[in-house]
């Protein structure tokens, strides 16, 4: 499926931050496969810098288009705060020409009270976390000499509450290599003391009636959650209707309570990957670990466990689905709420072309989606349709043959 898309969505922030913190994505399909994520934390300062790095790295990608292969670039984002008053920001920027892949890590560490980048040496003790680093890489990394440890930087540093993250450039460790070099140093060792929100608890799923004799659709939504989901969970609860999320995993902790609602609603969640990359191009391991870092990321927050996978940019083989539990769920009808901005446009592409037991592909990401949505259900319903989960979706077919 052929889309371009440039959309803007707001992640709810967490509980006990101050200030609303947004998350700005880029999604791209025509001359190559973009997916950026990053967060705006409403921090001047912050902000600034960190639209110049996006911006740059951006604009640098674009020149690598060329006619043999497709080149992908994924930057996705970790995002902390801490002790209500340091932002901690991790940038992973994955770039892949068809053959060759990169990844670099970008890091920001703000603090909010006094509206500057926090420096290392402000925050513990150098001397011990020299000693430790050095400890620890010549554990890690045994092609690291007394040379390498001599010329060590810091590279870069990510907060956590358990751990700090150092990052480091693999030639400073003599190492050549396109992966991520780090280390992790536990908080207590350094008398660091960072305190992150609580998760919600989980919450009873419910589970709904099936008459197999109704006509039924299952409306599915990809690529959230957003600011607009909770519009369209308040929209399906009107009607009496259901619907199946495939989600992206990295967004899944700043929507908690978004998510608790989808599924106390009876509406399902898919999975969608972790941070979009493009599946196809990932080793066995690496899609494995992809998808099971989504699926343990989505039963952390919420208690479900999707049954469900969606492939990004709709690219799968059958040697990537054989290595996934997971039931391959892709459509029937496109919405091409992705292209048209038009809502009479979108709700007549799915209302001609709908028929009983299909799959209708639509974004919880635009707010053209949710009046489309809440016009189609409506539309529909008059017809004679019921609104299932795919999953349910799939029980009545199989009902129905039997």
């Not at 969505?9 to 999604?27: A, D, H, N, Q, S």
């Not at 949505?373 to 989960?389: C, D, H, N, P, Q």
Request: proline share 2%; with cysteine.
């Amino acid at each position: 499926m052929k889309k371009l898309l440039l959309i803007f969505t707001i992640l709810i922030c967490l509980t006990g931050c101050t200030k609303e913190t947004e998350v700005r994505t880029i999604i791209e399909n025509n001359n190559a496969y973009v997916s950026i994520n990053y967060p705006i934390t409403k921090n001047k300062k912050l902000d600034i810098e960190i639209k110049k790095h996006i911006d740059k790295t951006y604009n640098m990608f674009q020149n690598t288009y060329n006619d043999s292969n497709i080149p992908e670039l994924n930057i996705s984002y970790k995002y902390k705060l801490l002790n209500n008053n340091f932002i901690s920001i991790n940038l992973n920027t994955f770039k892949n020409d068809g053959i060759n892949t990169s990844n670099v890590i970008t890091t920001f560490n703000y603090d909010i009270k006094n509206k500057d980048f926090i420096k290392l040496e402000s925050l513990l003790d150098i001397n011990k976390l020299n000693y430790l680093m050095k400890k620890e890489i010549l554990q890690k990394y045994k092609s690291c000499t007394a040379t390498c440890l001599k010329n060590l930087k810091i590279k870069s540093y990510f907060l956590d509450e358990n751990n700090i993250t150092l990052f480091f450039n693999s030639k400073d460790l003599n190492i050549d290599s396109s992966k991520i070099i780090s280390i992790e140093i536990p908080n207590k060792k350094l008398d660091l003391s960072l305190k992150s929100n609580n998760k919600n608890p989980t919450i009873q799923i419910k589970n709904n009636k099936l008459n197999p004799t109704n006509k039924v659709v299952a409306l599915t939504f990809d690529d959230g959650p957003s600011k607009y989901t909770d519009k369209i969970l308040k929209i399906l609860e009107k009607e009496d209707a259901k619907a199946t999320f495939f989600i992206v995993g990295n967004k899944v902790e700043l929507y908690n309570e978004t998510l608790l609602k989808m599924v106390s609603n009876g509406n399902e969640i898919g999975n969608h990957s972790f941070d979009h990359k493009l599946l196809t191009r990932l080793t066995d391991e690496e899609f494995k670990n992809d998808i099971k870092k989504t699926q343990e990321t989505i039963f952390e927050n919420t208690g479900f466990m999707p049954k469900l996978i969606r492939p990004t940019y709709g690219g799968y083989n059958d040697k990537l689905m054989s290595n996934v539990d997971l039931k391959l769920t892709l459509w029937d009808v496109d919405a091409s709420d992705w292209k048209y901005k038009s809502e009479r446009r979108i709700v007549n592409n799915v209302v001609k072309n709908v028929n009983d037991g299909d799959i209708i592909l639509m974004h919880d990401i635009f707010n053209r989606s949710v009046g489309s949505a809440e016009k189609i259900i409506k539309t529909l319903k008059k017809e004679g349709y019921s609104f299932v989960t795919v999953s349910e979706l799939n029980k009545i077919k199989e009902k129905r043959k039997n």
